[in-house]
């Protein structure tokens, strides 16, 4: 469990440093054993526990939307990807899926071969 800790405590560094001052966007993995998945009310015990857990030793910021971005089992274990964002998070996320809806929207600016040629 320690390593699970650690290892969500090095994510978040991580992701501090390679995101602005302001808005907090930071992937956590965590794990939980297929052992407390033994009915969908056990699961929603286990996956509760592994984000409150998550939330408390490994994020120093006040998040405003967590999500599971994917859960897979291996071995004995599920591994659940989580996005936790504070609020300056999301304005920036939303920004990013309105440049990136407007960049896939505008004309390719590359030049065609055979356009204007005369053979």
């Keep these: 469990m320690k390593r699970i800790v650690t290892t969500l405590?090095?994510?978040?560094i991580?992701?501090?440093?390679?995101?602005?001052?302001s808005s907090h966007i930071v992937e956590v993995t965590t794990s939980i054993p297929i052992a407390k998945a033994s009915s969908r009310a056990d699961?929603?015990?286990?996956v509760e526990s592994a984000v409150d857990e998550a939330l408390q030793?490994?994020?120093?910021?006040?998040?405003?939307?967590?999500?599971?971005?994917?859960?897979?089992?291996?071995?004995?274990?599920?591994y659940l990807q989580l996005l936790i964002v504070d609020?300056?998070?999301e304005a920036l996320?939303?920004?990013l899926a309105i440049d990136s809806a407007n960049e896939s929207n505008e004309p390719s600016s590359e030049d065609d071969d055979d356009e204007g040629e005369t053979l």
């Design 43 to 46: 699961l929603k015990v286990a």
């Design 93 to 95: 996320i939303k920004q």
């Design 9 to 12: 405590i090095a994510v978040a």
């Design 14 to 21: 991580v992701t501090f440093a390679a995101t602005g001052a």
């Design 87 to 89: 609020q300056d998070g």
């Design 57 to 78: 030793g490994a994020i120093a910021f006040t998040p405003t939307v967590v999500t599971v971005q994917s859960a897979r089992r291996i071995g004995d274990r599920i």
